[in-house]
């Protein structure tokens, strides 16, 4: 039999993780060697990422976007497929759009981040000056290196570590900064430990804004 189309509903969802792994990687090669249109249901945002060359992104039966996984995840169309795709997931900040001089900021509670010129002149020319919007940043796009606190001077804030998740190649830091609960994604020799107050500088090229009420992306 040579059918022009596979379709598979979540065909990994009894196995252990490790079989998981590698059956993933056989249906990869499956797919590779046959050449043919393979469509594959699932709710695991990995193998979504990691086996397809199109994803669709659905949510209560409408699509939300279709795309290559790689532009799913830099160029989100609105915050569900910005919180769907990735883990850990996005964090959502509210926050303000403040002009002042010397650029556009967003400020959240006690603390502001400047953004660069290319979004800031987006924000602006779509009216959004003095009016509420989601940040949207990534784990691995919060930093506690030395290094990038000195860079990243105009996006600096404090936050108290919560809980500290050491992952061998990586770390996941849960942190509060004042009352607002965010996840990062640092280096394997971080110093923080629970309890510590830290500087976190939040790398403003990667800050993803969303309009409050639609949800949809304002600029990646």
């Keep these: ?16 993780a490790k079989l998981r792994v590698q059956m993933r990687i056989e249906i990869t090669k499956l797919h590779q060697r046959l050449n043919t249109t393979f469509i594959y ?6 193998e979504a990422m990691t086996m397809g060359t199109r994803i669709v992104v659905m949510k209560d039966g409408f699509i939300q976007q279709v795309d290559t996984p790689q532009a799913l995840y830099d160029k989100p169309v609105n ?18 759009v403040v002009k002042k001089e010397g650029g556009i900021y967003l400020n959240f509670g006690s603390h502001s ?10 924000l602006e020319a779509t009216d ?17 290196d030395e290094d990038s606190i000195n860079k990243m001077a105009d996006s600096v804030v404090d936050a108290k570590v919560e809980v500290v998740e050491m992952l061998g190649s990586e770390t996941l830091l849960y942190l509060y900064i004042g009352d607002i609960s965010v996840t990062a994604r640092v280096g394997p020799r971080t110093r ?29």
Excluded at 7 to 16: F, V
Excluded at 41 to 46: A, E
Excluded at 113 to 122: F, G, I, N, Q, T
């Design 1 to 16: 039999r040579n059918p022009k189309v596979f379709l598979m509903d979540e065909p990994l969802s009894n196995l252990d």
């Design 41 to 46: 249901v699932t709710h695991d945002q990995t």
């Design 79 to 96: 915050m569900f497929v910005a919180g769907f795709i990735g883990s850990p997931q996005m964090n959502f900040i509210n926050a303000t």
């Design 113 to 122: 981040v400047k953004l660069p010129e290319e979004k800031a002149k987006v």
């Design 128 to 144: 959004y000056i003095g009016k509420e919007v989601v940040m949207g940043v990534r784990p691995e796009a919060l930093h506690d």
């Design 192 to 220: 923080a430990r629970a309890g510590d107050m830290i500087k976190l500088a939040i790398d403003p090229t990667r800050i993803h804004i969303f309009d409050k009420d639609t949800e949809k992306t304002i600029t990646n």
